[in-house]
Each structure stands twice: as structure tokens, then as C-alpha cells.
């Protein structure tokens, strides 16, 4: 897989002035757009808009100090108006495309290329389950993304539910785990960056019908699910795997993602940080 990323790659720098479909990412890269979308993001530290966005934005100062027009410029890079260029420009770079003309002030970003590092040979578990369709009933609200240590406004959702809510819950609770899980969905543009919001739930499956108008309720079709175990400290432990499942297994397998939300439980063993925990993350056989 990792040649098809070059591959695609190679063809956004060809056509960095165009607009670059979903359509041609996944007809160049072999899984859907929202997978590729996925991986790149944990692999390269940014979105792929973000990257092409800066790819863009690096050739533009080269065409700066080379002298061209910023109208020229601005244009040629696919914006609509002189002002929209020169915010993005200077958000990026720290100057004025005039400063740049001017100075002949460089900043690039380079073209990404991906190679395999074999990092320690860490193994990782997981399972492959088929589910049958069934709904998550619950409680959720958008909340800002954060990658790293608790999420208080998680926190608070948590702590929102109403005793009668979370009778409810357990009432129409009828599948394994039978525990609350933790379930997102969607995200904004720029989730990698912890920027934006995504929607989260926290709910139980089941496969009756809610009844209760104090719970919320997501549909999810039949599919398969790769279930990663953790031991470890919470919610580091967790946010670790996450990384891992997108930068190195799923690369690795002969899995697709599928556009669904992914869920999470946790069992907290001794005291409020050592616990197991499992991802949950839908798939499908690769085609």
C-alpha cells in the first residue's frame, strides 16, 4: 500500500493547481477516500487538505520570489480573491506575499514521501468480529477534539446523565459488552490538528427498538469489527493504540475502514488509571 501512497503522492504534486477528487484518490490508492484520508492523517501529522493546502501554498513563495504577480499567484493556486490568498499566506508563512517579494523570504514545505520504519517490532492484538445490525441508545453532544489526557467536556457529558437515563440504557442493553460505551462520530475537518468537533455518545447496544424519548439513538448495519484489547494507564493507553491502529495495522492488513462510528469501553481495575479497555473499529475485506 505503501507505493500506491507514493504513487498519489506524485500525482497531487503534478497537479497541485487542480482540485483533487475522491474519485481519482481511491481509483490511484485502492481504498476509499475517508480510509486513505484516515491513515494520512496519522501518518503525516496533518489532513490531506491541510498538506495539499501547504504544498500550494510552499510553491507560491517560490513563484514570489521568482518575481511573478501576486494576482498571478493567487489565481494559479485556486483562490477566489487576492484577500483569501494573503490571509492563508501569511497564516502559513508569517509574511505578507509583498514581504516576500520584497525580501525574498523562503519557507517550503517538501513533498511527503512514505517509507517503511520498523519501530521495535511491538505486536499488536486484536479480533475480528461480525455483528449483526443493531443501535447504540444514549446521550451525546459535540464536543472539541483532544487527543491527549481526559476530555472534560466528555467528563461532563458523563456526568449529565440522569439516573432515569442511564435505567433506560440498561434496559434496552442486550448485546455484548453490555457496558456504556464511548462512541464518536462526526468529526471536523482538521480532527489531527485537535481542531473542531466531533459528535460523542455514550450509550449501550441493543437491538430493540427505543422507547424513551430522554435517549438518543445511532443505527449501525451489519459489518465486521476489528476489536483491539488495552492494558494500560487511561486514556493514555488508548490514545496510543488509536495511532498505531491507523499509522501501522491498518496499512498492514487486508482490511478497509468503513464510514461508521467507532466505539470504546473501559473497565477501570485499580484505582481511576489502570484500565482495560477495547477499541472498536468498523471494517470490511479488502476488495
Request: proline letters at 4%; hydrophobic letters at 35%; glycine letters at 4%.
Amino acid at each position: 500500500m505503501l507505493k500506491e501512497f507514493n504513487i498519489l503522492m506524485d500525482y497531487i504534486e503534478k497537479h497541485l493547481t487542480e482540485d483533487i477528487s475522491d474519485k481519482k484518490i481511491t481509483q490511484i490508492v485502492g481504498v476509499s477516500s475517508y480510509q486513505f484520508r484516515r491513515m494520512f492523517s496519522y501518518l503525516a501529522g496533518m489532513t490531506l487538505n491541510e498538506y495539499v493546502r501547504n504544498r500550494r501554498l510552499s510553491l507560491a513563495n517560490q513563484d514570489l520570489v521568482a518575481g511573478e504577480k501576486v494576482t498571478e499567484v493567487a489565481f494559479k493556486y485556486n483562490y477566489q480573491s487576492i484577500d483569501g490568498f494573503t490571509r492563508a499566506f501569511k497564516d502559513w508563512s508569517g509574511f505578507l506575499p509583498s514581504e516576500v517579494m520584497k525580501n525574498k523570504a523562503q519557507k517550503t514545505l517538501p513533498k511527503f514521501t512514505f517509507f517503511i520504519d520498523i519501530k521495535g517490532g511491538t505486536t499488536m492484538d486484536y479480533r475480528i468480529k461480525e455483528m449483526p445490525q443493531f443501535s447504540i441508545v444514549g446521550v451525546s453532544k459535540r464536543v472539541p477534539i483532544q487527543f491527549e489526557g481526559v476530555n472534560n467536556s466528555i467528563l461532563e457529558l458523563a456526568q449529565s446523565i440522569t439516573e432515569e437515563q442511564r435505567n433506560h440504557m440498561h434496559d434496552l442493553a442486550d448485546l455484548e459488552p453490555m457496558k456504556p460505551l464511548n462512541v464518536s462520530y462526526d468529526f471536523d475537518e482538521g480532527y489531527l490538528q485537535e481542531k473542531g468537533n466531533l459528535t460523542h455518545m455514550i450509550g449501550m447496544m441493543t437491538t430493540k427498538k427505543n422507547k424513551y424519548d430522554d435517549l438518543e439513538t445511532v443505527n449501525i448495519p451489519s459489518s465486521l469489527w476489528a476489536i483491539f484489547p488495552v492494558q494500560g494507564n487511561f486514556p493514555s493507553a488508548m490514545q496510543d493504540t488509536t495511532a498505531r491502529i491507523y499509522s501501522e495495522w491498518l496499512p498492514s492488513v487486508d482490511y478497509d475502514l468503513l464510514e461508521l462510528p467507532n466505539f470504546s469501553y473501559t473497565d477501570f481495575q485499580s484505582g481511576e488509571t489502570e484500565a482495560y479497555s477495547e477499541i472498536w473499529i468498523p471494517v470490511e475485506k479488502s476488495k
